[in-house]
């Protein structure tokens, strides 16, 4: 799952990684399951937009797709923090 927050005007971001792995009955591949719920978050956040702000969904799901291929190549932008795991 996946929570994120600004604090102090930064993005914050904490990640629970394996769940899709750990499940029991699921064979479901991790990577393409973050890529589902991330394509879903996108879907969510366009048609609120559409709601809130009368943006079609698909303008704003290609602004979207640009702002995050745009960070995705973006080299000089590091990520910071580490993965804990419990014990």
Do not use: C
């Amino acid at each position: 799952m996946l929570r994120a927050w600004l604090a102090n005007g930064n993005l914050r971001v904490s990640l629970l990684l394996g769940m899709w792995e750990d499940a029991a009955d699921s064979d479901v591949d991790e990577k393409s399951a973050w890529g589902e719920l991330l394509g879903d978050i996108v879907k969510h956040i366009a048609h609120g937009l559409r709601q809130s702000h009368g943006w079609p969904e698909a303008v704003t799901i290609d602004a979207i797709k640009a702002g995050f291929l745009a960070s995705l190549d973006d080299f000089k932008r590091s990520v910071e923090g580490g993965y804990y795991e419990s014990q």
